[in-house]
Nanobody, 127 residues
């Protein structure tokens, strides 16, 4: 099991940027594929981005492609989500998650694939 803690959320105007971090402890993050999800009030948890063990493969939901970037630094046990050109519809609690499951594009978007979750960090984008 890996313990995940997110940070970097906040209030930003539309068009602004934020960088979220997810620090892992307990086990080396290099053993886990990492994902970012978000959940807005009254809505289901939504996949945002995922990254492979080495960082060589990434996958992002269409609504954030070209604006968000997922990356990782295994030496720092940290995954990142760089968010640019933020829109009000990006407002949500952002959660990072980890899975030891093999990298499969058909499955990385699935909430049930991920075993460990952080507590989330709030991102609010004002119009």
């Amino acid at each position: 099991q890996v313990h995940l803690v997110e940070s970097g959320g906040g209030l930003v105007q539309a068009g602004g940027s934020l960088r979220l971090s997810c620090v892992a402890s307990g086990r080396a993050v290099s053993r886990y594929r990492m994902g970012w999800f978000r959940q807005a009030p009254g809505k289901e948890r939504e996949f945002v981005a995922a990254i492979s063990l080495s960082g060589g493969s990434t996958y992002l939901v269409d609504s954030v492609k070209g604006r968000f970037t997922i990356s990782r630094d295994n030496a720092k046990n940290t995954a990142y989500l760089q968010m640019n050109s933020l829109k009000p519809e990006d407002t949500a609690v952002y959660l990072c998650a980890a899975t030891p499951a093999p990298w499969q594009l058909s499955r990385v978007t699935l909430v049930d694939l991920y075993n460990d979750w952080g507590q989330g960090t709030q991102v609010t984008v004002s119009a």
